[in-house]
């Protein structure tokens, strides 16, 4: 089964600006937090599966600035399929205008054991031709 693309608007707040009036740069994890979170709703809602999963690895790539007040909105797609973990890739757009990029990659976590656990199998990275 092939796993959902997420649309997860992004409420900006004040906070989240700095000095130079732009979104500041540790806010975009935020939001691919959020949008990360969209997806794995999205999944569950699909699968039935609420997957607890804890980030291995984190990439971004500022593209341009953002400011409060821009419509922020964050893409979310799964990228690769693993036996015990996942990537998401994420488009960060204001005003419908990419500017950031970034991919995490998720492991399955089992919290009864503290340990990775396997994906479910029949899963399959969200469709490449889906619009984002």
């Known amino acids: 089964m092939r796993l959902p693309v997420t649309r997860t608007p992004i409420q900006v707040r004040y906070s989240d600006t700095d000095a130079l009036g732009h979104i500041s740069n540790e806010a975009y ?15 569950e809602r699909l699968t039935g599966i609420l997957l607890p999963s804890v980030v291995a690895r984190l990439e971004i790539d500022y593209l341009a600035e953002c400011f409060y007040g821009d419509a922020l909105e964050v893409i979310t797609r799964c990228t690769r399929v693993g036996t015990k973990s996942l990537t998401t890739a994420y488009d960060l757009r204001a005003n419908g205008r990419t500017v950031a990029r970034g991919q995490v990659v998720s492991v399955a976590f089992d919290p009864a054991t503290r340990r990775p656990a396997p994906l479910p199998s029949g899963w399959e990275p969200s469709d490449p031709d889906a619009a984002p």
Do not use: C, E, Q, T
Request: hydrophobic letters at 60%; charged letters at 15%; aromatic letters at 26%.
């Open 29 to 43: 994890v935020s939001y691919f937090a959020i949008g990360r979170l969209d997806f794995f709703h999205a999944v």
